[in-house]
C-alpha cells in the first residue's frame, strides 16, 4: 500500500470529471487499498479518486469512530434521495475549512464493490452526506461551491497564504 499525494483547492484538476471504471481488476482494487491508507492518514472520513488526481470514479468512505468500517464505492450513482439536511462539513483537498452546507438527508447509492460485485445502499445521516460529498468530487465539485463567490474565494486566499508560510 502507498499513500497518496492529496490535491488541494483550487487545483484545477480537483474539476476533473472522473470516467467510470469498467473492470474492476487488481489495479482497482490497488487504488481502493492506497485510497483508504491515504484517507486514515489524512486523517478523514471520505476520499474520492479526483482528489488523488486519479479520474476514475472510485470513492472511499469510513465514517466510524474506530475505523472499522471501510466501504468502497465503484462508479457509484446516487438513485434516490430524501430530506434535506445542514451539517459542517470539511474537506481534505480544503484543509483546514468548514462550512454548513445543505445535502439530501438520506440517499439510495448503487455502485460496484471491492470485488466489482453490484450493490445498493441505503444511507442518512452522516454517511448520507459524506457520499454525496464524495460523489460531488467524481463530477469535478466541491463543497465550497455551495457556498458564495465571497466565501471562495476568502477561503482561496487563505489557502494560499498557509501554503506559501511553509514554503
Given at each position: 500500500?502507498?499513500?497518496?499525494?492529496?490535491?488541494?483547492?483550487?487545483?484545477?484538476?480537483?474539476?476533473?470529471?472522473?470516467?467510470?471504471?469498467?473492470?474492476?481488476?487488481?489495479?482497482?482494487?490497488?487504488l481502493?487499498?492506497?485510497?483508504?491508507?491515504?484517507?486514515?492518514?489524512?486523517?478523514?472520513?471520505?476520499?474520492?479518486?479526483?482528489q488523488?488526481?486519479?479520474?476514475?470514479?472510485?470513492?472511499?468512505?469510513?465514517?466510524?469512530?474506530?475505523?472499522?468500517?471501510?466501504?468502497?464505492?465503484?462508479?457509484?450513482?446516487?438513485?434516490?434521495?430524501?430530506?434535506?439536511?445542514?451539517?459542517?462539513?470539511?474537506?481534505?483537498?480544503?484543509?483546514?475549512?468548514?462550512?454548513?452546507?445543505?445535502?439530501?438527508?438520506?440517499?439510495?447509492?448503487?455502485?460496484?464493490?471491492?470485488?466489482?460485485?453490484?450493490?445498493?445502499?441505503?444511507?442518512?445521516?452522516?454517511?448520507?452526506?459524506c457520499?454525496?460529498?464524495?460523489?460531488?468530487h467524481?463530477?469535478g465539485?466541491?463543497f465550497?461551491?455551495?457556498?458564495?463567490?465571497?466565501?471562495?474565494?476568502?477561503?482561496?486566499?487563505?489557502?494560499?497564504?498557509?501554503?506559501r508560510?511553509?514554503?
Open positions: 500500500m502507498a499513500l497518496l499525494n492529496i490535491l488541494h483547492f483550487p487545483d484545477p484538476r480537483l474539476r476533473t470529471r472522473a470516467e467510470p471504471v469498467a473492470v474492476v481488476d487488481d489495479a482497482v482494487r490497488q481502493v487499498d492506497d485510497m483508504l491508507e491515504t484517507m486514515y492518514e489524512a486523517p478523514g472520513i471520505g476520499l474520492a479518486a479526483t488523488v488526481d486519479v479520474h476514475r470514479r472510485v470513492v472511499v468512505v469510513d465514517v466510524s469512530e474506530d475505523k472499522s468500517e471501510p466501504r468502497c464505492f465503484i462508479n457509484p450513482e446516487i438513485v434516490d434521495r430524501d430530506g434535506v439536511e445542514e451539517m459542517d462539513e470539511g474537506c481534505l483537498s480544503v484543509p483546514g475549512i468548514f462550512e454548513k452546507v445543505q445535502r439530501a438527508e438520506r440517499v439510495t447509492v448503487r455502485a460496484l464493490d471491492r470485488d466489482g460485485q453490484p450493490f445498493e445502499l441505503a444511507a442518512d445521516g452522516l454517511l448520507a452526506v457520499i454525496q460529498h464524495e460523489i460531488y467524481l463530477d465539485r466541491l465550497v461551491d455551495h457556498l458564495s463567490e465571497l466565501k471562495r474565494q476568502r477561503i482561496r486566499k487563505k489557502l494560499e497564504k498557509q501554503r508560510q511553509t514554503l
